[in-house]
């Protein structure tokens, strides 16, 4: 018979390995969110997402992963077109993007140059909010 164990509250019973009978080993006590040792290993940090396609005003505040060589494309429209967007870091470099008749935005390729973490940011017109986004480049 096995001692009384608990039942609610921040302790909880877990089974231990099995004896060398093929039977459960004894149970104890483990306090939750501590992984029983050798039973659980912690997942990976989670990077951050891949960038998609085309990035506009709409992402500010996001912090995106390119591969290296790889593109997307920043799309300014509205009162966010009329401030071309800077870059801080030399692991992205902007290549404007010139159409023959206005599609209504003002577009940039976005190119990972080398490995490392770079801001690009713009104010657009006065009173709108700043445009920051964060690509990581690996």
């Known amino acids: 018979m096995h001692p009384q164990l608990p039942t609610s509250g921040s302790d909880f019973a877990r089974p231990l390995a099995h004896g060398d009978n093929g039977r459960p080993g004894p149970l104890r006590a483990v306090r939750p969110g501590r992984p029983?040792?050798?039973?659980?290993?912690?997942?990976p940090a989670p990077s951050a997402p891949s960038a998609p396609?085309?990035?506009?005003?709409d992402d500010t505040g996001r912090t995106v992963t390119l591969a290296l060589d790889d593109t997307t494309?920043?799309?300014?429209?509205?009162?966010?077109?009329?401030?071309?967007?800077?870059?801080d870091g030399r692991a992205v470099v902007l290549v404007p993007v010139?159409?023959?008749t206005d599609p209504g935005f003002r577009a940039w390729d976005v190119r990972a140059a080398e490995p490392g973490e770079a801001v690009l940011r713009t104010t657009?017109?006065?009173?709108?909010?700043?445009?920051?986004?964060?690509?990581?480049v690996g």
Not at 36 to 43: I, Q, V
Not at 53 to 57: F, H, I, K, P, S
Not at 124 to 136: D, V
């Open 98 to 100: 010139d159409y023959e």
């Open 73 to 87: 494309q920043l799309r300014l429209s509205g009162r966010w077109r009329e401030t071309a967007p800077t870059v």
């Open 36 to 43: 029983h040792p050798g039973r659980h290993r912690s997942a």
């Open 124 to 136: 657009g017109q006065e009173g709108l909010r700043p445009l920051r986004i964060t690509f990581r």
């Open 53 to 57: 396609a085309v990035l506009t005003q």
